[in-house]
């Protein structure tokens, strides 16, 4: 496995019970990432209401940050998740 390396407020991919979320990273220490994820909500990503963070040891990819769907809130991303 190839491991991918990330630096505090890049957006990147992470796995949580088999699943996917992107998130940025707020923390790094001791080899964790501290990500900040969002949840998916029709067809594109949100931010959840409440913040969810945790820390991950694995970061799956980085990417480029997600672009705006609508006003409401709703973002989607150029790579595939």
Request: hydrophobic share 35%.
């Amino acid at each position: 496995m190839n491991v991918t390396v990330a630096d505090v407020g890049s957006y990147v991919v992470v796995e949580y019970d088999d699943i996917h979320y992107p998130g940025v990273v707020e923390s790094y220490t001791a080899g964790e990432y501290l990500v900040n994820v969002m949840e998916p909500c029709r067809g594109g990503w949100r931010w959840p209401r409440h913040r969810d963070s945790l820390w991950y040891k694995n970061i799956i990819k980085t990417m480029p940050p997600p672009a705006p769907a609508n006003s409401r809130g709703l973002f989607v991303f150029s790579d595939n998740i």
